[in-house]
């Protein structure tokens, strides 16, 4: 039972001292979460939009490598089938 008093206690205490300590409204402060959150989400979208970018171009190396090499192994091998190696 003493526990649940220092708990609330305490709770109480830190509240009280939050709301006398803060530095600005609770208004203000919602204003700057809103703020904060609307440039992180524009942000993240950028940063989505060049890893998609970044992706897309990877994807096209990896196949024009592929083809180089599918085409370069089918040579060899149509070279080595025939005895001219």
């Given amino acids: 039972m003493k526990f649940v008093a220092g708990l609330l ?16 409204s609770g ?9 904060q959150g609307l440039l992180l989400r524009d942000r993240s979208l950028g940063l989505s939009q060049e890893l998609r970018q970044r992706a897309n171009e990877a994807l096209s190396q990896g196949r024009e490598i592929y083809e180089r090499t599918k085409e370069e192994l089918s040579e060899r091998y149509s070279k080595a089938k025939s005895g001219q190696l």
């Fill in 27 to 35: 208004e203000a402060t919602r204003a700057q979460l809103t703020e």
């Fill in 9 to 24: 206690l305490g709770f109480g205490l830190g509240f009280a001292a939050g709301l006398l300590f803060a530095p600005q």
